[in-house]
Each structure stands twice: as structure tokens, then as C-alpha cells.
Nanobody, 126 residues
Framework: QVQLVESGGGSVQAGGTLRLSCVAS????????VGWFRQTAGKWREFVAS????????YYADSVRGRFTISRGSADNTLTLQMNSLKPEDTAVYFC???????????????????WGQGTQVTVST
């Protein structure tokens, strides 16, 4: 079992930056894919970014590509999302997820993840 804790959320103005972190405890990510999702009230949790077990491949939602960067630490227990040029539509609760099994998938679906953090709020104002 792995516990995930996100941090780094907050309130910023449009065009600003935030850096989200996700730390695993209990065990590491186990060399499996990890990712970030976000959710607003009344909507499904949506994919933001994911990264393969060795960090060689990253995947992004079209809405964030070129502005957000996902990375994972070499100790395999930290996940980071650098968010630049933030827009009001980026406002959401952001969750990190960790998978138990690997595949050739880009891990853009919530049901591919087995562990979730509690989320961290990001608010972007105009």
C-alpha cells in the first residue's frame, strides 16, 4: 500500500506559476506510471499529465501541453507538476495517482490508477 500526499496548491493570478508536489509514503511508486488529474465541482476527474516508470515518456492533455511539465524524482517517491502561464480554467482540485501495473498505455484514464492522494486546490484568478 502506498499513501500519496499532494502539496503546493494555492491562489495565483492568471499568468502565474505553481509547483505541485506529490510524495509517496509507505513504499515508493514501485517503478510504475504516475500521473496528475484535476477535478472541478460536478465534473469527472480529468487527465492532466502522466509519466512512465523511468521518466522517459510524458503525456499531457491538450489543454496544458506546453505550459505544464511533469517529472518524477530519482528516488521514485516524488512527483512534481510545474505549472506555468496559468489560466482561470486551470482552477481545480489536483490529484496525483499511482498505478500498480504497467502497460503500453499512456495512463490517461482514472481506472488505470490504484492509489490517489487527497488533492490540493489550485485557484487562478483573472
Amino acid at each position: 500500500q502506498v499513501q500519496l500526499v499532494e502539496s503546493g496548491g494555492g491562489s495565483v493570478q492568471a499568468g502565474g506559476t505553481l509547483r505541485l508536489s506529490c510524495v509517496a509514503s509507505g513504499r515508493t511508486f514501485g517503478g510504475k506510471p504516475v500521473g496528475w488529474f484535476r477535478q472541478t465541482a460536478g465534473k469527472w476527474r480529468e487527465f492532466v499529465a502522466s509519466i512512465t516508470w523511468n521518466g522517459a515518456m510524458t503525456y499531457y492533455a491538450d489543454s496544458v501541453r506546453g505550459r505544464f511539465t511533469i517529472s518524477r524524482g530519482s528516488a521514485d517517491n516524488t512527483l512534481t507538476l510545474q505549472m506555468n502561464s496559468l489560466k482561470p480554467e486551470d482552477t481545480a482540485v489536483y490529484f496525483c495517482g499511482a498505478a500498480r501495473y504497467d502497460s503500453d498505455s499512456s495512463f490517461e484514464l482514472t481506472n488505470e490508477y490504484d492509489y490517489w492522494g487527497q488533492g490540493t486546490q489550485v485557484t487562478v484568478s483573472t
